[in-house]
């Protein structure tokens, strides 16, 4: 499995952007989809976006035509862009990875992947 860690988040005020960068170690790093999911103040962790080794990509409807996710698969980094940031995409975002799958043959959900970072917060304001 592969060790994840999220880049530092941020406070930002409504319509900002922010940029959440994911960086893995471990072995075979092409042969994982990586996941970015957010936890608000609920229990429900939200897939919010995937990308797979081939470039295939998925987005929860919420952040479509905002969020961009884009994978270096050199660097071992998956970036989220966020742009038009609004004050329910607060939260806490945590990237995951999911082993030897590609994106078309599985669901963007917790239980699908297996390993996970530490989180990171971003918060978004009036």
């Known amino acids: 499995q592969l060790q994840l860690s999220e880049s530092a988040g941020g406070s930002v005020q409504a319509g900002e952007s922010l940029s959440l960068s994911c960086s893995a170690s471990g072995y075979r790093y092409n042969n994982y989809v990586v996941g970015w999911f957010r936890q608000g103040r609920g229990l429900f962790r939200e897939g919010v976006a995937a990308?797979?080794?081939?470039?295939?990509?998925r987005y929860t409807g919420s952040v479509k035509g905002r969020f961009t996710i884009s994978r270096d698969n050199a660097k071992k980094t998956v970036t989220l862009q966020m742009n038009n940031l609004r004050i329910e995409d607060t939260a806490k975002y945590y990237c995951a990875s999911a082993r030897n799958r590609r994106l078309r043959e599985m669901n963007v959900t917790p239980g699908e992947f297996g390993s996970w970072g530490q989180g990171t917060q971003v918060t978004v304001s009036s």
């Open positions: 990308i797979d080794a081939d470039g295939e990509t």
